[in-house]
């Protein structure tokens, strides 16, 4: 079974700039999360979405949005970049079975964004 | 949210057995402890979980004491390889739904030839 994707792999862009940074969890997953990873903070959590629906949402302004879309793919998007939004940018995904069982997470290789 | 400490940093020769506790004073009655490995540039890699007791798998086992306000990693006959950030998670799902997790600092195991 295929893992986690993103794409693209590295991006650099531009102070003022947008991105859109896609993820494609692994087959038969319905839930697809998004974290931010720096050297400073750690991995942070920016939001999950189950059902095209986003279900929780982490401490970061909005200029930071999601959507998934019915074949459970995902996209984030980040509007006018700032250089501290220089980070790796992972995606993750479960199956959420809805059994109440702590969800395993598979997480893609991440994308590397890099604003100038 | 439960929160997590683990210790910053360990060092181990190849070969030897590694212990990386977390300490989790308020984890709930319905979280699952789970632990995830990290290597440079690549996405956390999912290790073990556990709720009471003992766990093992192929690469690693995990011990909870009964009042599970701590847990422990333990890496059998560590090699090169195994240099990484290990991280310590607690959480679960309520009633179906997600339960965002917070990923602590991590511990960085770094083994030594």
């Known amino acids: 079974k295929a893992g986690v994707t993103q794409t693209p792999r590295y991006l650099i862009k531009t102070r003022g700039q947008q991105v859109t940074l896609s993820c494609s969890p692994i087959?038969?997953?319905?839930?697809v999360s998004w974290y931010q990873q720096t050297p400073g903070q750690g991995l942070q959590f920016l939001f999950e979405?189950?059902?095209?629906?986003?279900?929780n949402k982490g401490n970061f302004p909005g200029r930071f949005s999601g959507r998934q879309f019915s074949n459970s793919r995902s996209e984030m998007n980040v509007s006018t970049l700032e250089l501290g939004d220089s980070a790796l940018y992972l995606c993750?995904?479960?199956?959420?079975?809805?059994?109440?069982?702590?969800?395993?997470?598979?997480f893609g290789p991440g994308t590397r964004l890099l604003v100038l | 949210l439960a929160k997590t400490t683990q210790p910053i940093s360990m060092d181990s020769y190849e070969g030897q057995e590694v212990n990386i506790t977390c300490s989790h004073n308020?984890?709930?009655?319905?979280?699952?402890i789970t632990w995830y490995q990290q290597f440079p540039s690549q996405g956390p890699r999912f290790i073990i979980q556990?709720?009471?007791t003992k766990v093992t798998n192929e690469v690693a086992s995990l011990f909870i004491p009964a009042d599970r306000k701590s847990s422990t990693l333990s890496l059998p006959r560590v090699s090169l390889s195994d240099t990484a950030v290990y991280y310590c998670?607690?959480?679960?799902?309520?009633?179906?739904?997600?339960?965002?997790?917070?990923f602590g600092t991590g511990t960085k195991l770094q083994v030594i030839p």
């Open positions: 979405y189950f059902s095209e629906t986003q279900r």
């Open positions: 998670l607690v959480g679960g799902s309520l009633s179906g739904g997600y339960q965002k997790v917070t």
């Open positions: 087959s038969g997953h319905r839930s």
């Open positions: 308020n984890i709930a009655t319905n979280d699952y």
């Open positions: 556990g709720y009471k």
């Open positions: 993750a995904s479960s199956l959420a079975s809805g059994q109440g069982v702590a969800e395993t997470q598979y």
